[in-house]
C-alpha cells in the first residue's frame, strides 16, 4: 500500500514553455502533499506544501506564479512550471500525506529538462 | 527550527564489510527521524524510522539505526555491504511538535560498495 506515482517520468520541454507535472496517490487519500526539488548530486528541498482544497503554502524564496501548484482532490496534485527556462530543470519529486500518522510517501520523481 | 547534518558526502566499503553512514540532528522538538535511499534517477524508499519508541530501529535490508537523544544522532549501520547497497542515502528529520511536521532532509551520504 501507500503508493505515489508521478507523470510523467521525464520531461523535455522549450524555453519559454509550461510543464505540468502530476503526482497521484494510488491506494490511499493524500490529505497533504508535498512537492521538493532536487538539484544534481544535491538533497531535496521542499518547495510548497498544498492541502486539498486550499491555497500552497510556498518556501521561502520558491516562486508562486512560476511554481503553481494544484491539489483539486484527495487523491491529485499538480505542479505547474510555468515559462521553463534552463535554470529550471531539475528533478522533481512528490510524497503524500494521509490524515493518519506523519509518514510521508515518495512518488518516483519527475526530471525535467528545459532546452 | 530543525536541522541535519550528514557527515560524510561519501563512504566506500567492500562487498561483506560493515556499513556506517553517520547522521546529526538538531530539533527544537521532539524529532521523528527517518533514513530514505535513493538509486539512481529513482524516487525515495524509507529504510527506517525512528518515533520515540525504541531507541534502536530496525528497516529493511538488513539495515538499522540507534538515536542517541545525549548525541544528537541517528547512525545507519548495517554489518554486511552488498553491491546493491551503493545509492544515495539520506537522514531526514521532521518535528513531532509542531503540526506542521515538514521533512528536512540532510545533504546526502553517497554509498560506494566495492567488489
Known amino acids: ?115 | 527550527a530543525q536541522s541535519v547534518t550528514q557527515l560524510d558526502s561519501h563512504v566506500s566499503v567492500s562487498e561483506g564489510t560493515p556499513v556506517l553512514l553517520r547522521c546529526n540532528y538538531s530539533s527544537s522538538y521532539s524529532p521523528s527521524l527517518f533514513w530514505y535511499v535513493q538509486h539512481p534517477n529513482k524516487g525515495l524508499q524509507l529504510l527506517l524510522k525512528y518515533t520515540s519508541a525504541a531507541t534502536l530501529v530496525k528497516g529493511i535490508n538488513g539495515f538499522e539505526a540507534e538515536f542517541k537523544k545525549s548525541e544528537t544522532s541517528f547512525h545507519l549501520t548495517k554489518p554486511s555491504a552488498h553491491m546493491s547497497d551503493a545509492a544515495e542515502y539520506f537522514c531526514v528529520v521532521s518535528e513531532t511538535g509542531t503540526g506542521r511536521r515538514a521533512l528536512t532532509f540532510g545533504s546526502g551520504t553517497r554509498l560506494q560498495v566495492q567488489p
Open chain 1, 1 to 115: 500500500g501507500a503508493v505515489v506515482s508521478q507523470h510523467p517520468s521525464r520531461v523535455i520541454c522549450k524555453s519559454g514553455t509550461s510543464v505540468k507535472i502530476e503526482c497521484r496517490s494510488l491506494d490511499f487519500q493524500a490529505t497533504t502533499m508535498f512537492w521538493y526539488r532536487q538539484f544534481p548530486k544535491k538533497s531535496l528541498m521542499l518547495m510548497a506544501t498544498s492541502n486539498e482544497g486550499s491555497k500552497a503554502t510556498y518556501e521561502q524564496g520558491v516562486e508562486k506564479d512560476k511554481f503553481l501548484i494544484n491539489h483539486a482532490s484527495l487523491t491529485l496534485s499538480t505542479l505547474t512550471v510555468t515559462s521553463a527556462h534552463p535554470e529550471d530543470s531539475s528533478f522533481y519529486i512528490c510524497s503524500a500525506r494521509g490524515d493518519r500518522g506523519y509518514e510521508q510517501y515518495f512518488g518516483p520523481g519527475t526530471r525535467l529538462t528545459v532546452t
